[in-house]
Structures are given as structure tokens and as C-alpha cells.
């Protein structure tokens, strides 16, 4: 009866070791399977953040070639296509996945990723056709710069023959109509080169700038066609020849240059979609860098919401071991109640239950190192009662050498994994560093431009005084000059008086003389002005190129203003000798006063332009003031973005040095489970 008891006992543990060995496979399996399925999502993660980030940065690169290709710089539309072309692959691979790395479409991964990526969808579908619209347009806008680069050349020529044909006119004695006209011709040019400026740079108010460039280029020629004969304005044909040599020298440039305005007025309307084209970039690329970051966002999360956690591989390796200590304490339990049973029929079988004994004692021998963790011991299967037991012992020493050999290498992928992700993370929060240090140098150069337009800006007001200041003289000269006319009128009514009234009339001519001396003053006044403009826009730099040019013009209008003060002054002294000669020889007076008044027309005429001219120059200088401002604003604004962009690089670099301790926390930790199962003993060929 007893013996049966023991028999059921060691039955019913054997069937509990049995299913210890059990749970013992299954939580080794649930181990392995918790480690293979967070390192399989860990490496997608990554290549999802990767390619996310690499489509924020690109979208920003892609607005600014954009731009940079609008102006007209070559390179910038090879850089354009490049960064295109990268942008397309990345927002391909996170689309569609990638089949050499197995990463599955964005979608598939999570529905929030999948509404984010629709985000960017939109904005990239955009910002490819703006792209191709750039592109198809290369050539024309290439072009088109090309001809505003040699235009910037051309004109001044022109406009420096022009202005010796007028000088020429002057010295021939030709009719007023003749040198106003020639004047015009000066006029119309220098509109043609600021409408074409006007057209290259776009922005508001240039909407119309190639109508008005176009209507400048048909006045231009129809009023060299009239001085040369063939057009339809009331003024006399040129007949000097050396006036007529330099019109047709004239004529033969803006041949040249009016081929080169039609061309440019043919690519206007492309010139215009390549500007709207990049305009529309640089819009859709901000909306690329909002939905990038919330689409990091919830790459960064998805970790959190999948069903199985890294721990959990620890967490069962942790129990696969519990469970081989129990199946091994429940396995001497077993050998224990076999040996007493052994004993108690020793009077039935002495021998053997010496041999069972001995077996036992042989088993337990060769067990003995597990307790000290010794995992090479094998038990002996032989004939013996024992063998039953030392072949499932066998088998648990091999399922507890598997678990720690797992758990070894478990821990050693983990960890190179976890350095090699915390090295990248380094790596990026140096590269978020040296952004943030660019940010901040860039930040300051725009705010040094800031103060230097706003300087500009200042110097020009100024200069509109003067040239304000410089009408009015103007204006009062044309006075004087009229004056003198009513006097050379009134002379000529009362003859008696003509001694007394020529007198009055020399003294009139002095003060137009010092008049024009004063004028003279002024322009060389404007003159230095114009040179310190240009002295600031060169310390400006590339912002400061188109007013620099605007600078130059300047200059050389108050060069013309000079010129024509000394053409009124020689009037002056003619009018001064006729006067010495009529107080000399009255009898010749009435045709002394005539000549007189004919010159002193001239001389108002002449006051007229001056007074056009400077009325002109103030415009110009007032015009500069206007972009001046403009352009400090657009510096302040470019200012206050860059503090924006650093404050978002500062944020990455913090949140990536987060990144960085948690992987090396990570590390941490599998470094601690490999020395938590380093006091078992392998076989030499097991690791």
C-alpha cells in the first residue's frame, strides 16, 4: 500500500516537472520574441524619423534654390533638381516603404502617421510642379539676366553719346526744340533701364513694368527717328554733321539694346511665372516643416503604443530562469523521495537499493556544480532508475545553457544597438549645435544690413532736401531770366532809356551768374552725395547691388546738372558783352536788344531743363529713399525669422541630447542583465 502512495508521488512529480520544463520553453520563446519584435520595430523607427527629418531640412533647401533660381543664378538650378530629386525619394520611401530594407508604408504603421504624411502629400504635389515650372524655364530666366547684365553696360554708353550729341547741338547753335529732344532721348533710356530693373525684381507696384518698359523703348525710338528725320514729332531734322554722326551712333546702339529689350518683353510673362513659381515654394515649404515635425512626432510615440515593450523580454527571461530553478529544486525533491523509498525496502532488495543509492549518489556528484552556477555538468544516462531523472535534468541543464546564451547575446545586440543609436544621437545634437551657431551669425549680419539701410535710408532723405532745394534755385532762376526778358521788352518800347535799362540788365546777368555758380555748387554737392550712396550700397553688399546702380545714375545726373550750368554761364557772359557793346554804340541797340532777348530765351529755356532735370532728381532720390525703408523692413522681418529657427534648433538639440541618455540608459541596462547571468559556466563551444 505504502509502496503504491510512493509510486502516485513520484508520478504526480513528474508530471509537474514536465510542465515546469514547459512554461521554461515557452517563456524562453516569449523572450526571444519580445526581443526580435522591439529590435525589428527600432531599426524601422529610425529610418522613419531619419527620412522625416531629411524631408523638413530638404523642403527648406528647395525654397531657397527656388529663389535663388528666379534671380537668374545658374547653379542654383542644378542644386534646385538635386534637392528636388532627394526630397522625392525620401517622401517615396516613407509613401510606399522600402523593399530593400522590408519598412512597411507610412500608412500601414499608424493612421495619425498616415493623416500627417497626407499633410505633406499635398504640399509636396505642389511644390514638385512649381519645381518643374522652374525648370522648363531654365534657359529664359538664365536669359533674360544675361541681357539686364549687359544692359547695365549699354545704357550709360548710350546715354553718354546722347548726351555729347546734346552738348554739340549746344555749341552749334541749334534750335531749343532740337536739344530737348535730345534730351528726351537721355530721359527715355534711363527709364528703359529702370523698368527692366523693375521687371527683374518684381514685388509690388512693378506689376506693369514690362508695358512701361515697352512703351519706354517705342518713345525712345520714335524720338530718334524724328531727329534723324523719319518721325512724326514736331521738331526739325538734325543737319550738323558732327550732331547727326553722333545720332546715328546712338541709333545704331539702341538697335542692339532694343533687340535686347523684345527679348526680355518675351520672356516677361515666363519671368513672371518662374517668380510666382518660387514665391508659392517657399509658402508650401513652411507647410512641409509644420506637418514634417508633427509627422517626428508621432514616429517618436509609436514605440509606447505597441503591444509588446522591451522590458517584456527581460520580464520573461527573468521568469524562464525562476522557472529552471524550480524544475531543478523539484528534481532533487523527486531523487530525495525516491532514495527514502529505496530505504524502506531495503530489507526486500539490499542490493538494489545499494545500487539505487550509489546511482543517486553518482547523479547528485554530478550535479553538484549547478548550485554554483556551473552549467557544463551532464548527467549520466544509463540502466539505472536514475537515468530517467539525470535525462530530464540533461534536458533542463540544455534549456537553462540556451536561455543563458540567449540572454548573452540578447544583451550584447542590445547594447552595440543602444551605442550605436546613442552615437547618432550625439552626432545630430552637435550638427542641432553648429545650426544654432550658424543661425545666431547669420541673425547678426542680417541685423548689421538692418543698420545699414536704415542709414541709407536716412542719407537719401537728406539728398531729397537737396535736390528739393536745387528745383527751387532752379525755379528762381527761370525767374530771374524771365525778368530780364520783360526787361529786354520794355527797352525796346522805350529806347530813350536804353542806357539805364542795359546797365540794370548787366546787373541782372551778375546775379544769373552767381546764380548758376550756386547751381553749379549743388551739383557737385549731389555728386559727393551720390558717391557716398554708392560707398553704402558696396558695404551692403548683394542687397545693396540694384541701389548702388540707382547711385551711379545719380551721380551721373548731377554731372549733366554741372554741364549744363556752364552752358548757361557762357550764355551769361554773351549776354554781358552785347550789353557792354550796346552801351558803347547806342545807334546799334534796337539789334543789340534783339540778340539780347533771343539769348536770354535760350537762357530760360535752358533754366527749364536744369529745373526738369532736378525735379527728376528728386524723384530718383526720394524713390531710393522709399526702397531704403523697404529693404530695412525685409532685413527686421529676416531677422526676427532667424530667431524663430534658432529657438526651434535649440529645442531639437535639447530634445536630442534627452535621446542620447535614454540609449545610453538603455545600454545601461542590458550591460547589467549580461552581468546578472555572467556567474553561470558554459560549455567552451557554446560561448
Known sequence: MKGAQNTASAERMGKAVTVLSGLVIIAIILMVVSFAYTAYHARYDAEYIERAEAVR??????????????????????????ARDELAEHYAVLTDGNPETGLPPTAEVSEEAGEQLEQVSRAWLRIDGHVATI??????????????????????????????????????????????????????????????????????????????????????????????????LPVPAVTDD????SLQDVDERFGTLEQQVDEILAGASDLY?????????????RQIDAASNGLLDVYRDLPAARPLQEWYGFAFGGLALALLVARGFMTRVQARRELAASEEEKQRADE????????????????????????TVQASVDEAFTGAIGDAFNDAIEALRSLVTTINDTSVQVSSAAQQTQATAMHLAEASDHQAHQITAASAAVNEMAVSIDQVSKNSEESADVAQRS????????????????GMDSIREQ?????KRIKRLGESSQEIGNIVELINDIADQTNILALNASIQAAMAGEAGRGFAVV?????????RSGNATKQIEALVKTIQTDTNEAVISMEQSTSGVVSGAHQAEEAGEALREIETTSQQLAGLIQNISEAAGQQAQAAANISDTMNVIQEITSQTSAGTNETATSIGNLADLANELRESVAGFKLPDNRG
Open 57 to 82: 531640412v530638404l523642403s527648406q533647401t528647395v525654397a531657397k534654390n527656388a529663389s535663388e533660381a528666379a534671380n537668374g543664378r545658374t547653379d542654383a538650378f542644378f542644386m534646385l533638381r538635386d
Open 135 to 232: 525648370m522648363d524655364r531654365q534657359d529664359m530666366v538664365v536669359t533674360v539676366n544675361e541681357l539686364a547684365d549687359r544692359f547695365r553696360v549699354s545704357v550709360p554708353e548710350l546715354q553718354r553719346v546722347a548726351e555729347d550729341a546734346a552738348t554739340d547741338l549746344s555749341e552749334a547753335g541749334a534750335p531749343s526744340a532740337q536739344g530737348y529732344y535730345v534730351g528726351q532721348l537721355m530721359l527715355h533710356s534711363e527709364r528703359i533701364r529702370r523698368h527692366t530693373g523693375d521687371m527683374l525684381r518684381g514685388g509690388v507696384g512693378n506689376e506693369l513694368a514690362d508695358q512701361r518698359l515697352d512703351q519706354s523703348k517705342d518713345d525712345l525710338r520714335l524720338v530718334l527717328d524724328s531727329l534723324l528725320g523719319d518721325g512724326e
Open 242 to 245: 558732327q550732331v547727326l554722326a
Open 273 to 285: 511665372l518662374v517668380r510666382d513659381a518660387a514665391s508659392e515654394i517657399f509658402s508650401d515649404s
Open 352 to 375: 538494489q537499493s545499494r545500487k539505487n543509492q550509489q546511482a543517486i549518489l553518482d547523479l547528485l556528484d554530478e550535479i553538484q556544480g549547478l548550485s554554483e552556477g556551473d552549467l
Open 471 to 486: 528745383v527751387e534755385l532752379a525755379t528762381r532762376g527761370g525767374e530771374t531770366v524771365r525778368r530780364t526778358i520783360d
Open 495 to 499: 529806347i530813350q532809356e536804353t542806357s
Open 551 to 559: 547711385a551711379d545714375e545719380v551721380q551721373r545726373l548731377a554731372e
